[in-house]
């Protein structure tokens, strides 16, 4: 559940931005003109929750769900520092109460549910407010028949939470069962990096799943594994492109082609979905 | 730590007795999943296999009667001498492991059985060959399918419990602890690794994560502990069999007697945390 050191985050510096791959720097409206892909090595940067939302919903059209939900310190936890100040910190930081972000939306005009994770928010972790959020978010989507459309960014449970972190697990695809019920379709995107408890529960739980390339995913990380086994790990170990290979993922897509891409799958999707609403139960 | 210092000192006496509780559930004399299902379930018939091409010894599946009630088993499987160690993989599974499990699920479903899980891992084996044939997704696949399960469903936390490996088997109607026994979001090693950089500072890290039987008691993720004899399981495997037999019978007996609903497992799983009102 450690999260990948392989990808550092961009750099702003004045009105430029650093790949944080191959270190060029870019004017930053041009960065933001290709949606945080580095224009010269392709390299998919981390970008903020509210920056996914900005680039996949239509303009105009998100409209948040639950914005003051923020969870507390169950544990009164200490590792380096308080938790709380850890939690207070962030909050401050990505204004965010926690590490997602969850609302109604359009994608090409298609109405969807939409979360998004902020792996800026303490690794994007799976805290109790996180998993809550989500879970909401997963049922209103059930509800108002809306496909679900998750873009995880996370190293996986919040050690700070305990047990609490782990049982998020649970509750996210107890949730996951209702959109099951309901028939409606649920979208996994894997961004960098969806490891530890967030691959093992929800993320792989798509009807279709999507990852970015290169996109670090697994359920124990690279640094954990060669301390406990001295393996020697294979070339492209964890990404998007390696499990694609091994049929777990459906499609890496480029950040680039991200919105049409989805565009295109809620046009079957979604409209199956709005069939079975017209449709006696 | 300065021993002067009196706040230091309660904070080593706490990760001191959080230490103890982990070396205890992992004492090499423990008795493991099928030392205990022999002895607390009658006529155990081992099954094998995912039907998808593997057969992982870190977990024992199979069929057994309690009370006179036929059961459906899971249970998470250590070794104790060397080689069965190699093969039991020190309990941690391989995807193949959790889609037996799944298997197991289907079967029990299909048969109207009551499942009882026997849970002891340090963890899902965090392996190379684990992460290519997809242990996020056998593990998530195996979650959906305990919450999906159509009949009841009993865990008992043996030893250890530890992380996402655990939870593929834990997400049942009722859910026992051992007196000694640990359920963690990750062990002790690898939660210091995260939040110390420093495997070793374990003790302080179990301190903190507060993994002792008793929490999860009072945090309603366990819904009984069950005592074990003086000084622990390893003392004595009939006496703890002997303990832990009745609380199985009574609560399955509870189980099957009340009208039951897969869907108040889902429940209980989805409003745990109670921190939120819906």
Same mark, same amino acid.
Request: charged share 20%; glycine share 10%; net charge negative.
């Given at each position: 559940?450690?999260?990948?050191?392989?990808?550092?985050? !961009?750099?702003?510096?004045?009105?430029?931005?650093?790949?944080?791959?191959?270190?060029?720097?870019?004017?930053? +409206?041009?960065? +933001?003109?290709?949606?945080?892909?580095?224009? +010269?090595?392709? $390299? $998919?940067? @981390?970008?903020?929750?509210?920056?996914?939302?900005?680039?996949?919903?239509?303009?105009?059209?998100?409209?948040?769900?639950?914005?003051?939900?923020?969870?507390?310190?169950?544990?009164?936890?200490?590792?380096?520092?308080?938790?709380?100040?850890?939690?207070?910190?962030?909050?401050?930081?990505? %204004?965010?109460?926690?590490?997602?972000?969850?609302?109604?939306?359009?994608?090409?005009?298609?109405?969807?549910?939409?979360?998004?994770?902020?792996?800026?928010?303490?690794?994007?972790?799976?805290?109790?407010?996180?998993?809550?959020?989500?879970?909401?978010?997963?049922?209103?989507?059930?509800?108002?028949?809306?496909?679900?459309?998750?873009?995880?960014?996370?190293?996986?449970?919040?050690?700070?939470?305990?047990?609490?972190?782990?049982?998020?697990?649970?509750?996210?695809?107890?949730?996951?069962? %209702?959109? +099951?019920?309901?028939?409606?379709?649920?979208?996994?995107?894997?961004?960098?990096?969806?490891?530890?408890?967030?691959?093992?529960?929800?993320?792989?739980?798509?009807?279709?799943?999507?990852?970015?390339?290169?996109?670090?995913?697994?359920?124990?990380?690279?640094?954990?594994?060669?301390?406990?086994?001295?393996?020697?790990?294979?070339?492209?170990?964890?990404?998007?492109?390696? $499990?694609?290979?091994?049929? &777990?993922?459906?499609?890496?897509?480029?950040?680039?082609? /991200? @919105?049409?891409?989805?565009?295109? &799958? /809620?046009?079957? /999707?979604?409209?199956?979905?709005?069939?079975?609403?017209?449709? !006696?139960? | 730590?300065?021993?002067?210092?009196?706040?230091?000192?309660?904070?080593?006496?706490?990760?001191?007795?959080? =230490?103890?509780?982990?070396?205890?559930?992992?004492?090499?004399?423990?008795?493991?999943? #099928?030392?205990?299902?022999?002895?607390?379930?009658?006529?155990?018939?081992?099954?094998?296999?995912?039907?998808?091409?593997?057969?992982?010894?870190?977990?024992?599946?199979?069929?057994?009667?309690?009370?006179?009630?036929?059961?459906?088993?899971?249970?998470?499987?250590?070794?104790?001498?060397? *080689?069965?160690?190699?093969?039991?993989?020190?309990?941690?599974?391989?995807?193949?492991?959790?889609?037996?499990?799944?298997?197991?699920?289907?079967?029990?479903?299909?048969?109207?059985?009551?499942?009882?899980?026997?849970?002891?891992?340090?963890?899902?084996?965090?392996?190379?060959?684990?992460?290519?044939?997809?242990?996020?997704?056998?593990?998530?696949?195996?979650?959906?399918?305990?919450?999906?399960?159509?009949?009841?469903?009993?865990?008992?936390?043996?030893?250890?419990?530890?992380?996402?490996?655990?939870?593929?088997?834990?997400?049942?109607?009722?859910?026992?602890?051992?007196?000694?026994?640990?359920?963690?979001?990750?062990?002790?090693?690898?939660?210091?690794?995260?939040?110390?950089?420093?495997?070793?500072?374990?003790?302080?890290?179990?301190?903190?994560?507060?993994?002792?039987?008793?929490?999860? #008691? *009072? =945090?309603?993720?366990?819904?009984?502990?069950?005592?074990?004899?003086?000084?622990?399981?390893?003392?004595? =495997?009939?006496?703890?069999?002997?303990?832990?037999?009745?609380?199985?019978?009574?609560?399955?007996? *509870?189980?099957?007697?009340?009208?039951?609903?897969?869907?108040?497992?889902?429940?209980?799983?989805?409003?745990?945390?109670?921190?939120?009102?819906?």
């Amino acid at each position: 559940m450690a999260i990948s050191p392989a990808y550092a985050r !961009p750099r702003t510096v004045d009105s430029g931005f650093t790949c944080g791959a191959c270190q060029r720097t870019f004017p930053m +409206a041009q960065a +933001a003109g290709s949606l945080y892909v580095c224009p +010269a090595c392709e $390299h $998919h940067s @981390r970008i903020s929750a509210h920056e996914r939302v900005r680039q996949l919903a239509d303009k105009g059209t998100f409209q948040e769900w639950d914005p003051d939900l923020a969870g507390s310190d169950r544990l009164g936890f200490v590792d380096t520092r308080a938790y709380v100040d850890r939690l207070a910190e962030a909050r401050q930081r990505q %204004q965010l109460p926690d590490a997602i972000l969850t609302g109604a939306a359009s994608i090409c005009g298609h109405p969807v549910g939409l979360a998004s994770f902020d792996f800026g928010f303490l690794g994007g972790s799976l805290s109790t407010a996180v998993g809550e959020r989500l879970a909401r978010a997963i049922e209103r989507s059930a509800v108002e028949l809306r496909p679900f459309v998750c873009v995880t960014s996370s190293g996986g449970a919040r050690m700070q939470e305990g047990v609490f972190s782990l049982m998020q697990m649970a509750k996210s695809v107890a949730a996951l069962h %209702q959109l +099951a019920e309901a028939h409606v379709p649920f979208i996994s995107i894997l961004a960098d990096p969806t490891m530890g408890g967030s691959i093992a529960s929800f993320a792989a739980l798509g009807d279709v799943i999507l990852a970015e390339p290169k996109a670090m995913i697994g359920f124990t990380g690279a640094r954990v594994i060669t301390q406990a086994t001295y393996e020697q790990l294979p070339a492209g170990f964890q990404t998007s492109e390696f $499990h694609h290979a091994r049929g &777990l993922i459906d499609q890496v897509v480029d950040r680039r082609q /991200l @919105r049409e891409v989805l565009g295109r &799958l /809620l046009a079957v /999707l979604g409209a199956s979905t709005a069939e079975d609403a017209g449709r !006696p139960a | 730590m300065n021993s002067t210092d009196p706040v230091g000192a309660a904070a080593g006496d706490a990760a001191q007795a959080a =230490w103890a509780h982990v070396e205890v559930s992992r004492h090499p004399d423990r008795p493991y999943s #099928l030392d205990l299902v022999q002895r607390c379930l009658d006529d155990f018939i081992e099954l094998h296999g995912d039907r998808q091409g593997g057969d992982d010894a870190a977990v024992v599946i199979g069929l057994a009667r309690l009370g006179g009630q036929p059961l459906a088993v899971v249970a998470n499987q250590k070794g104790r001498t060397l *080689e069965e160690r190699g093969k039991r993989n020190f309990g941690m599974a391989h995807p193949e492991g959790y889609r037996k499990a799944q298997r197991l699920f289907t079967l029990a479903g299909r048969l109207k059985l009551p499942v009882v899980s026997f849970i002891d891992t340090p963890g899902a084996y965090p392996g190379v060959a684990a992460e290519e044939r997809g242990q996020a997704w056998a593990i998530a696949q195996t979650l959906e399918a305990q919450l999906a399960l159509p009949t009841p469903y009993l865990a008992v936390v043996i030893g250890e419990g530890g992380s996402g490996g655990a939870l593929a088997t834990l997400l049942a109607d009722s859910v026992l602890v051992l007196e000694h026994a640990f359920l963690s979001v990750a062990s002790p090693e690898a939660a210091a690794a995260i939040l110390f950089r420093d495997a070793g500072r374990k003790q302080q890290a179990a301190a903190a994560l507060r993994l002792e039987a008793a929490n999860l #008691l *009072e =945090w309603g993720i366990a819904d009984e502990i069950v005592p074990e004899p003086p000084g622990g399981a390893h003392t004595d =495997w009939d006496e703890t069999a002997r303990l832990l037999r009745p609380r199985l019978e009574a609560r399955l007996l *509870e189980l099957t007697s009340r009208g039951f609903d897969p869907a108040r497992r889902r429940e209980r799983y989805r409003r745990l945390d109670g921190l939120f009102s819906a």
